[in-house]
Every structure is written in C-alpha cells, then in structure tokens.
C-alpha cells in the first residue's frame, strides 16, 4: 500500500516513478531484446562452448534450401527469402481457404509475419576455423556449429 501514497513533492513521486518504470524494463528483459531493433529476422541466438560457437536462427516456414549459409573474412552470412502465403489476395474467388489464411476476397489489415528477403551477418570470434561448418535446419530453427582452430581451445597444462 505504501507504493500508492504520494507525498507533496510531485516532481519527485514523478522522478521515483520513472526509476521504478527504468528498473522493471531493465531487470526483466534479456539484453539480446534490447539491442536488437525490431523486425529483424531471423531473430538468433548465439552461444559458445569449449570446441564451437553456435548460432540457431529461428525461422519457421522455410525451406531448407532456400536458405544460404556462408563464411567470408570472419563473417559469417544466412540469407534467403520468405514467400507469402498463396492465399493471401491470390487464386480463384469462392475457392475455400487454406486452415490459418484469410479469404481471397478480404482486406488484409495487419500482418505481422515477415515475408521478403532477409540477410543476418554475423561477426566471428576470431577463434573460428571456417573449414568446421556444420548446418542443419530442423523444426523451423536452422543450427548452425562453428569449430574452434586447435590452438584456441582449452588444454591443462602440467605444473612441473
């Protein structure tokens, strides 16, 4: 109840407002939310262990190959293209709709699904042997592993 009861000072119940505001933004959502601009697609997430770096690209309703993967200067690059729905505005007039697609006759108004042409390029640590590339693409998620050169990886060294 004490959260709710304002004291004369008006500018400084607006000042402890805007900190509470600032801290639950802050504190409950990952940094990859925040420094990531909106719409970018495929959204990734990007990971390391002892032997690889690991990137998984979530990009559900593609085809595997229309996806392209590649690796220059430490860069590596996903590209390819989302197509539209058939239904959406297309094919003949009374011709039932696909399950989960408006109707041929209807105005679209809102469409949140990205359809188009996308590229993501990736900066690799400098650890990474580009001739250890290993793609899949499973269940909408492309998983991408990046091997480690020898020289990087963690070894013990014998105290003598």
Same mark, same amino acid.
Not at 1 to 18: A, I, N
Not at 94 to 102: C, F, I, S, W
């Given at each position: 109840?004490?959260?709710?009861?304002?004291?004369? /000072? $008006?500018?400084?119940?607006?000042?402890? &407002?805007?900190? &509470? !505001?600032?801290?639950?933004?802050? /504190?409950?959502f @990952?940094?990859?939310?925040?420094?990531? *601009?909106?719409? +970018?697609?495929?959204? $990734?997430?990007?990971?390391?262990?002892?032997?690889?770096?690991?990137?998984?690209?979530?990009? @559900?309703? &593609? /085809?595997?190959?229309?996806?392209? #993967?590649?690796?220059?200067k %430490? $860069? $590596?690059?996903?590209?390819?293209?989302?197509?539209?729905?058939?239904? !959406?505005?297309?094919?003949s007039? %009374?011709?039932?709709?696909? =399950?989960?697609?408006?109707?041929?006759?209807?105005r679209v108004?809102?469409? =949140?699904?990205? !359809?188009?042409?996308?590229?993501? #390029?990736? =900066?690799? @640590?400098?650890h990474? /042997? @580009?001739?250890?590339?290993?793609?899949?693409?499973?269940?909408?998620?492309? !998983?991408?592993? #990046?091997? *480690?050169?020898e020289?990087?990886?963690?070894?013990?060294? +014998?105290?003598?």
């Open positions: 109840m004490r959260d709710l009861v304002f004291t004369t /000072d $008006l500018f400084g119940e607006f000042d402890r &407002l805007q900190r &509470l !505001m600032a801290s639950v933004f802050a /504190d409950n @990952p940094a990859s939310l925040r420094a990531t *601009r909106g719409g +970018t697609f495929p959204p $990734l997430n990007i990971g390391s262990t002892d032997d690889s770096v690991e990137i998984v690209a979530f990009a @559900p309703g &593609l /085809d595997a190959n229309s996806i392209d #993967v590649s690796i220059d %430490g $860069l $590596l690059t996903i590209s390819g293209e989302r197509k539209a729905p058939e239904a !959406m505005g297309e094919g007039a %009374g011709a039932a709709p696909r =399950e989960g697609t408006p109707r041929d006759e209807s108004y809102a469409r =949140e699904r990205f !359809m188009g042409a996308f590229r993501r #390029v990736i =900066e690799l @640590p400098q990474a /042997d @580009p001739d250890k590339v290993t793609a899949r693409y499973v269940n909408g998620c492309l !998983m991408i592993r #990046v091997g *480690r050169s020289a990087s990886k963690p070894r013990a060294v +014998t105290v003598q």
